[in-house]
């Protein structure tokens, strides 16, 4: 019996994040427990809640992204919010320095929000009629739980470049189907400034174990990380997309 809670980050009153209570798999939680181990930086950033205006402009960026297919402009998130833009553009900073937005360089224009990016990463996720990109394979997975919806995700190997489509279903709780039935994940536990820039890149499918580990070989220095397969993968994109969206829990009288 294990009676260590699990380390999470409250994001907002009642909402831990990851949820542990979507992993089932002694892969997906001891994958969790050494991301958390080698990013304490990470855990750093979300330790403490958002402040609620944060935590406003954050969910809007992410229902509007989903929504339009495409970031939010200031305006238009000034628009939801009723918050001024200098306001909301204050906040988006703050946002950034948690890593959970980016922001362009000398313009206030957002090119990344968690899970999406406006960058290529050649993993493409179906929402809303609209086709995004995710920063990672993980990333990829968990946009169906955190939507409360079902996606298709289509990627590529990335050792062969064969293209692997993966479908969800029951919200991202489980698979409909997969291109390849032996594909697989590599978590890459990295971490430096910011996700986008130090795990993400290496978070990638593959589409069988042996090209995972063909990949894992030809590696200069060997990642540190965690192989998943995709019931698996699909676990930890749950637990750590899932609370994203989460309503607060209501206040007790
Ligand atoms: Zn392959």
């Not at 427990?33 to 969910?59: F, N, P, Q, T, Y």
């Amino acid at each position: 019996m294990n009676l260590t809670p699990e380390r999470a980050a409250e994001i907002r009153p009642g909402v831990l994040r990851p949820d542990w209570s979507a992993v089932t798999t002694s892969a997906a939680r001891e994958t969790l427990r050494g991301r958390m181990a080698a990013r304490s930086g990470l855990l750093d950033k979300w330790s403490h809640a958002l402040e609620a205006s944060e935590d406003i402009v954050w969910r809007t960026v992410l229902h509007l992204y989903a929504a339009k297919g495409r970031p939010p402009t200031i305006n238009g998130i000034a628009a939801t919010t009723g918050m001024g833009a200098s306001r909301v553009a204050a906040l988006l900073r703050e946002l950034q320095l948690r890593d959970l937005v980016g922001l362009e360089a000398g313009s206030d224009a957002i090119w990344l929000a968690y899970p999406f990016t406006e960058r290529a990463t050649g993993h493409r996720v179906e929402l809303n009629g609209h086709s995004l990109n995710a920063l990672c394979a993980i990333d990829a997975l968990g946009v169906a739980a955190m939507y409360g919806t079902d996606v298709m995700v289509t990627s590529q190997c990335r050792s062969c470049g064969e293209t692997i489509r993966v479908m969800t279903a029951d919200a991202g709780r489980t698979l409909q189907s997969v291109s390849h039935p032996r594909a697989g994940v590599w978590y890459d536990f990295a971490y430096a400034d910011s996700a986008a820039s130090s795990c993400c890149p290496a978070i990638a499918f593959f589409c069988s174990d042996a090209h995972l580990q063909r990949w894992l070989d030809s590696q200069a220095i060997r990642p540190m990380g965690a192989r998943l397969n995709l019931d698996e993968a699909l676990e930890v994109g749950h637990a750590i997309f899932g609370p994203v969206l989460r309503e607060p829990a209501p206040a007790v009288a």
